[in-house]
């Protein structure tokens, strides 16, 4: 299985950036892929979370900024993120699961989300 994100990159206050994290090598339409990020000197945590049938889970500190949506048909899951601020400024990585595990069992690479104030 690979998950391969891309998207990240510099950008100002207030900007927007879409990540994108294709799937190959796993039945997509049950998969449960999630956006993470890790900041600097900060743990990594769950940011969204797209699961087949069942409302998408956000983050209390991305709600009203940012929306995960998946594109069957191109085994790609989408994070976009508006209204970005500093404290956004992440290494962000999919990871995906199938819908009766626990735990993510599939990572990609990250992609580095910079944003300057």
């Known amino acids: 299985v690979q998950l391969q994100a891309s998207g990240g990159g510099l950008v100002q206050a207030g900007g927007s950036l879409t990540l994108s994290c294709t799937v190959s090598g796993r039945a997509f339409g049950r998969y449960v892929v999630g956006w993470f990020r890790q900041a600097s000197g900060k743990e990594r945590e769950l940011v969204a979370r797209a699961w087949p049938g069942v409302s998408p889970y956000y983050a209390d500190s991305v709600k009203g900024r940012f929306t995960i949506s998946r594109d069957n048909a191109k085994n790609t899951v989408y994070l976009q993120m508006n209204n970005l601020q500093p404290e956004d400024t992440a290494n962000y990585f999919c990871?995906?699961?199938?819908?009766?595990?626990?735990?993510?069992?599939?990572w990609g690479q990250g992609t580095l989300v910079t944003v300057s104030s």
């Open positions: 990871a995906g699961r199938r819908s009766g595990s626990a735990t993510y069992e599939d």
